[in-house]
Nanobody, 123 residues
Framework: QVQLVESGGGLVQPGGSLTLSCSAS????????MGWFRQAPGKEREFVAA????????YSSDSVKDRFTISRDNAKNTVYLQMNSLNPEDTAVYYC????????????????WGQGTQVTVSS
């Protein structure tokens, strides 16, 4: 079992930065690929970024590729999403998720989910 709790969301101005954290419980955290997804109002949830259990490889969607960075600290059971150059289109609820598998983009592959944290980009 893995329980996930996101934090770090809030209101930020366009062009600003924000770092989300996802704390995991469970001694097997380091065995899971961790992902971030987001869901904007009226839209389906979409893949944002993922990182392998070792941290050796990460993935991100084209819409955030040059602006967001995913990282993890297995000693702290935490995964992070550093978000830079935020724009109003990034406004969404951001979810952390965990999968024991290697396929990272479909949300159906993820076994555990957090409750989400709201990110609002507005002036």
């Amino acid at each position: 079992q893995v329980q996930l709790v996101e934090s770090g969301g809030g209101l930020v101005q366009p062009g600003g930065s924000l770092t989300l954290s996802c704390s995991a419980s469970g001694r097997t955290f380091s065995r899971y690929t961790m992902g971030w997804f987001r869901q904007a109002p009226g839209k389906e949830r979409e893949f944002v970024a993922a990182i392998r259990w070792s941290g050796s490889r990460s993935y991100s969607s084209d819409s955030v590729k040059d602006r967001f960075t995913i990282s993890r600290d297995n000693a702290k059971n935490t995964v992070y999403l550093q978000m830079n150059s935020l724009n109003p289109e990034d406004t969404a609820v951001y979810y952390c998720a965990a999968t024991p598998g290697t396929v990272v983009t479909p949300e159906a592959m993820y076994q555990y989910w957090g409750q989400g944290t709201q990110v609002t980009v507005s002036s």
